[in-house]
């Protein structure tokens, strides 16, 4: 990826368009899809968005009952039991999948917390950082093999990777105070250094990688969030009134179904993308766009090569 990349194509999609209305004209028939999360919040509209676009989807879930539950009706989806914060499960399910020989064409990590108590998984790592992109790193290396020439890898990252770079010094959060919301800012900008990483490693094999921010929408990710705590941000009056022009879900998950599947970046990769389109370079205390950090090449390296050594898996390590 070059900086020069890192601007509006003219997509002629907004905000407030839909995950149906970026699939128009799309046939995803014979395509396979992996989602996690994919049974709540965004998540649920994208995978409702690619099934009826002819897409098979395959949903891995921490709750595997509720995710079926969920998902009843919806033809073309089946659901998996996967933990990202246990990379013992992650292997389980990537083998599980592996064994059935099977392509795949599409991968969303939708999937992902915010915000949380300070809680560890793992070895002790902080869980923001190890649900939202150790666990999706080790997934997307061990089901490495599956992936089509002409796949899309999306990492759904947020504005909330301005609150931190990567603290590489202590990414756990191991001393000193924990700030929930600068964990989840690391998490985010993990995320997308994650997609600038895999494509250019993937670029070769002619898998293409992209970041993206869905916009703020009211899902179960505010779930460690308490009513007050949603009125001091401004975001409900005192009488629950919601007082942010929020999107809807279907809008939220349209940026990543835009990412997956659009003809109009074929040829690109590396890149963040919020609206249904391709952000531009941010600066500090913007209200929208992508921090140079976590577009910066040498980060996305070092940042793979940290996240090999942590969970023991590199699909391109010698």
């Given at each position: 990826?070059?900086?020069t990349?890192?601007?509006?194509?003219?997509?002629?999609?907004?905000?407030?368009?839909?995950?149906?209305?970026?699939?128009?004209g799309?046939?995803?028939?014979?395509?396979?899809?992996?989602?996690?999360?994919?049974?709540?919040?965004?998540?649920?509209?994208?995978?409702?968005?690619?099934?009826?676009?002819?897409?098979?989807?395959?949903?891995?879930?921490?709750?595997?009952?509720?995710?079926?539950?969920?998902?009843?009706?919806?033809?073309g989806?089946?659901?998996?039991?996967?933990?990202?914060?246990?990379?013992?499960g992650?292997?389980?399910?990537?083998?599980d999948?592996?064994?059935?020989?099977?392509?795949?064409?599409?991968?969303?990590?939708?999937?992902?917390?915010?915000?949380?108590?300070?809680?560890?998984?793992?070895?002790?790592?902080?869980?923001?950082?190890?649900t939202?992109?150790?666990?999706?790193?080790?997934?997307?290396?061990?089901?490495?093999?599956?992936?089509?020439?002409?796949?899309?890898?999306?990492?759904?990252?947020?504005?909330?990777?301005?609150?931190?770079?990567?603290?590489?010094?202590?990414?756990?959060?191991?001393?000193?105070?924990?700030?929930?919301?600068?964990?989840?800012?690391?998490?985010?900008?993990?995320?997308?250094?994650?997609?600038?990483?895999?494509?250019?490693?993937?670029?070769?094999?002619?898998?293409?990688?992209?970041?993206?921010?869905?916009?703020?929408?009211?899902?179960?990710?505010?779930?460690?969030?308490s009513?007050?705590e949603?009125?001091?941000?401004?975001?409900?009056?005192?009488?629950?009134?919601?007082?942010?022009?929020?999107?809807?879900?279907?809008?939220?998950?349209?940026?990543?179904?835009?990412?997956?599947?659009?003809?109009?970046?074929?040829?690109?990769?590396?890149?963040?993308?919020?609206?249904?389109e391709?952000?531009?370079?941010?600066?500090?205390?913007?209200?929208?766009?992508?921090?140079?950090?976590?577009?910066?090449?040498?980060?996305?390296?070092?940042?793979?090569?940290?996240?090999?050594?942590?969970?023991?898996?590199?699909?391109?390590?010698a």
């Open positions: 990826m070059t900086v990349q890192q601007h509006k194509i003219g997509s002629g999609f907004s905000g407030r368009t839909t995950a149906a209305e970026v699939l128009a799309i046939d995803l028939d014979g395509k396979l899809a992996v989602v996690t999360g994919g049974y709540s919040g965004i998540g649920l509209e994208t995978t409702r968005a690619l099934a009826a676009a002819g897409a098979r989807v395959v949903v891995p879930a921490r709750r595997p009952e509720v995710a079926a539950e969920a998902l009843a009706g919806i033809e989806v089946e659901t998996a039991a996967l933990d990202l914060g246990d990379l013992g992650v292997r389980a399910f990537a083998d999948f592996l064994a059935s020989d099977r392509g795949i064409d599409l991968v969303i990590n939708s999937a992902g917390i915010m915000a949380c108590p300070e809680t560890r998984v793992g070895p002790g790592w902080e869980a923001q950082f190890a939202n992109h150790l666990g999706h790193f080790a997934l997307l290396n061990r089901l490495w093999p599956a992936l089509r020439p002409g796949a899309r890898v999306v990492s759904v990252s947020s504005y909330g990777h301005h609150r931190s770079p990567i603290r590489w010094d202590d990414p756990d959060f191991t001393s000193g105070d924990y700030d929930k919301w600068e964990a989840y800012g690391q998490a985010k900008t993990a995320n997308v250094l994650f997609a600038v990483q895999l494509d250019t490693l993937a670029r070769a094999h002619g898998v293409r990688a992209f970041a993206v921010h869905p916009g703020g929408i009211l899902t179960p990710l505010q779930r460690h969030l009513r007050e949603m009125v001091e941000r401004g975001w409900y009056a005192e009488d629950g009134t919601v007082l942010v022009d929020f999107k809807s879900p279907q809008q939220g998950a349209a940026t990543q179904v835009w990412a997956a599947t659009s003809p109009q970046l074929d040829g690109l990769g590396g890149l963040y993308l919020e609206d249904c391709v952000a531009e370079p941010a600066e500090a205390g913007a209200a929208s766009g992508v921090r140079d950090y976590a577009v910066d090449p040498e980060q996305a390296a070092r940042l793979w090569d940290l996240s090999a050594r942590l969970t023991g898996v590199d699909a391109f390590g």
